[in-house]
C-alpha cells in the first residue's frame, strides 16, 4: 500500500453537481478510512436506533459504485497529483480493511 502521501478524496454523492465535496487527508491509508467513515456515517442515520451496525465488504463496494462519482487524487512525490477511479478505491479497501483486522 501506499506510503505517507498526501490524498486529497473529490466525491460526488449524486448525479447533481451540488452534492460535490472533497476531502483532504495525510495519507492514504487515512483517505480509505475517510472513506470507510462516510459508509458508516450513512449507516447510523438510516438505523438512527441500532447501536451496532455491522457490514461486510460487498456492501461497502454497493456504496461506492452508487455514489456519483468518487476520485482519489495521490501526490507522486514529484509535484503532481495522480488520479484513481473507484475500482482503484475498491481494491485499496479492500487491502486496509484486511490489514486492520489481520
Not at 468518487?70 to 503532481?80: D, E, I, K, S
Request: charged content about 20%.
Amino acid at each position: 500500500m501506499a506510503g505517507k502521501k498526501h490524498t486529497i478524496v473529490l466525491l460526488q454523492e449524486t448525479a447533481s453537481q451540488a452534492t460535490r465535496t472533497f476531502s483532504d487527508f495525510e495519507t492514504v491509508q487515512e483517505a480509505l478510512n475517510g472513506i470507510c467513515q462516510l459508509y458508516e456515517q450513512r449507516l447510523k442515520a438510516l438505523n438512527p436506533g441500532q447501536r451496532n451496525i455491522t457490514y461486510d465488504i460487498t456492501e461497502l463496494y454497493a456504496f461506492i459504485d452508487q455514489l456519483g462519482d468518487l476520485c482519489c487524487m495521490v501526490y507522486n512525490g514529484q509535484g503532481a497529483y495522480e488520479p484513481h477511479n473507484k475500482q482503484w478505491v475498491k481494491d485499496k479497501v479492500y487491502h486496509h480493511l484486511k490489514k486492520m483486522a489481520a
